[in-house]
């Protein structure tokens, strides 16, 4: 009876408030509102002792990119909202071996820093789903940070500050790494929810500095090279450079460019940007995708010297198209303007627009990468394209030794000694093989072959590449000689054309004195008979 007195008493209040909220909504104007809405907060906030930060789950200038901070407060909650939230949301990382629990919509826990305690609530702004839009528009998620007002200072300065960096190194630690490629720039410039410039797979590349075949020194020295790059932020502030350290690397094919960088990877545990210039558009898309790459992250531009024409000789190559499009016809000239045009469609890339990519101001942008380009022919590369500075660490990948023999004879066939190294190491020292080649060779080809046939199949053709190239210097010296003789030759007839040409100038300036003594004895005799 009692509990009924009070809904009996508690209907009409609840009545007005309902009738008076529905006039007010339809009634008064919009302006009158705002200045009512203005003046209520001034007096409940006079009284209320909490202050409210929000955090939106999008950037309003950032092509519709997910806040970085938002993404850093959702990690770090995600470690109390197991114990706290009743309502969570589960994300996959780590290639789907483990879940990360974060709170669902409109929930609420608590968190404590230095002894004050703060709430944070996981809230959701409904779209408004009669708006017509070019893409699909998300309902607007956001993170309220509540606090007493008291500790304002403690939380502005200090709190926010330790949240997003431990957001940070937790998203870190439980990421799944990623191989990136960039997609053709065919957008125009502009982008939205949904499209990126880059396309993105698992990275899981097996290669570490422990399976790659190469000189023992020399990879230790790279790993501790790139170990204490990864540590040395501070002291790259402290020069003033950008934290960036370009990397080059260059020798014969097969002989492990790409598993390097795959090692590299593995042993920082950083992303990778395989970046391709023939897709990107201009220099201005090269930029943007400098933007969106992240830091703990390695850009690669593999066959740097095939990509685009970037090559020193770029002078000599006008002069010498331009010497041939004067000897071309006008039909001829036509079709090579087509092909210029079409070119310039796939790329305006410039050589300034690369450097500038590597280490102008641009490079500043988030720090912690390392640039690496690869190429088969270091020569052809422009000198100021692999400078100190931008390329800081000039790498050689060459041919296979007996120590990069020996990594490769444990990982395929588990044997760390045989009676058939010596053989092989002399053999080694002899010929040129790339460890691609010796790989190949020390790959079982069926379940009946061991260490021993396979390290037999291995001299056999270490002796026959001897040979091979045995012979082959044979023919280069044979063509070298042969080439040495044309040029005696020419250079001998070359001598005896200018010794007939030297002998009949004489005979003809003999031939024009004797002319000239006889016409000048006709001349004189003219004048006695006169």
């Not at 850093?72 to 789907?96: F, M």
């Not at 004879?409 to 760390?416: H, I, K, Q, S």
């Amino acid at each position: 009876m009692m509990m009924q007195d009070v809904w009996t008493q508690l209907g009409p209040t609840i009545a007005a408030i309902m009738f008076t909220w529905t006039m007010y909504q339809n009634y008064f104007p919009h302006e009158l509102r705002g200045h009512i809405r203005r003046y209520t907060d001034k007096i409940v906030s006079y009284f209320y002792p909490y202050m409210h930060i929000i955090f939106h789950e999008y950037d309003t200038d950032g092509w519709f990119e997910r806040s970085k901070a938002y993404v850093a407060i959702e990690r770090y909650l995600s470690k109390n909202s197991c114990t706290q939230a009743k309502r969570l949301k589960a994300n996959v990382v780590k290639d789907g071996q483990s879940l990360v629990l974060t709170m669902d919509d409109h929930e609420e826990i608590t968190d404590e820093y230095k002894g004050e305690k703060v709430w944070w609530i996981s809230s959701q702004q409904l779209a408004n789903k009669q708006t017509i839009s070019l893409w699909k528009e998300d309902d607007k998620r956001y993170f309220k940070l509540k606090f007493h007002r008291k500790n304002r200072e403690l939380i502005t300065n200090s709190y926010l500050k330790y949240v997003l960096d431990e957001g940070k190194a937790i998203a870190v630690r439980e990421r799944q790494r990623k191989l990136y490629t960039n997609n053709k720039g065919e957008s125009g410039g502009y982008r939205y929810r949904g499209w990126r410039i880059w396309s993105q797979v698992v990275f899981e590349h097996p290669s570490t500095f422990d399976t790659l075949a190469m000189d023992p020194n020399k990879k230790q020295e790279i790993m501790d090279d790139l170990q204490t790059f990864s540590k040395s932020k501070d002291y790259y502030a402290k020069i003033g450079k950008a934290w960036k350290r370009g990397y080059l690397l260059y020798g014969p094919p097969g002989t492990g460019k790409s598993s390097m960088i795959a090692a590299m990877a593995n042993f920082l545990e950083y992303d990778i940007y395989d970046l391709e210039l023939t897709a990107v558009k201009d220099n201005t898309e090269l930029r943007r995708l400098l933007i969106d790459t992240t830091s703990k992250s390695i850009i690669v531009i593999e066959d740097i010297d095939c990509s685009l024409d970037l090559t020193g000789q770029r002078e000599e190559k006008k002069k010498k198209k331009d010497e041939e499009d004067k000897e071309k016809d006008e039909k001829d000239a036509i079709v090579e303007k087509m092909k210029k045009g079409e070119a310039k469609e796939k790329s305006e890339v410039t050589l300034s627009g690369l450097l500038n990519f590597i280490d102008g101001l641009w490079s500043a942008i988030g720090g912690e990468r390392l640039i690496v380009f690869t190429t088969n022919y270091v020569e052809k590369l422009d000198p100021a394209l692999i400078r100190r500075g931008r390329m800081d660490k000039h790498i050689v990948l060459s041919y296979c030794c007996f120590e990069s023999f020996k990594v490769l004879a444990r990982n395929y066939l588990d044997v760390e000694s045989h009676d058939h190294f010596p053989e092989i190491r002399r053999l080694m020292g002899e010929t040129n093989m790339t460890p691609a080649d010796i790989a190949e060779n020390l790959m079982p080809k069926s379940s009946k072959e061991n260490a021993d046939t396979c390290l037999k199949r291995l001299i056999k053709v270490l002796e026959i590449a001897k040979e091979e190239a045995k012979l082959k210097a044979k023919e280069e010296e044979e063509e070298r000689a042969k080439a040495k003789k044309e040029k005696e030759e020419k250079e001998e007839k070359k001598k005896e054309l200018a010794a007939d040409a030297e002998e009949a100038k004489d005979t003809d300036g003999v031939n024009k004195n004797e002319k000239s003594e006889s016409n000048g004895t006709k001349k004189n005799g003219d004048v006695s008979k006169d």
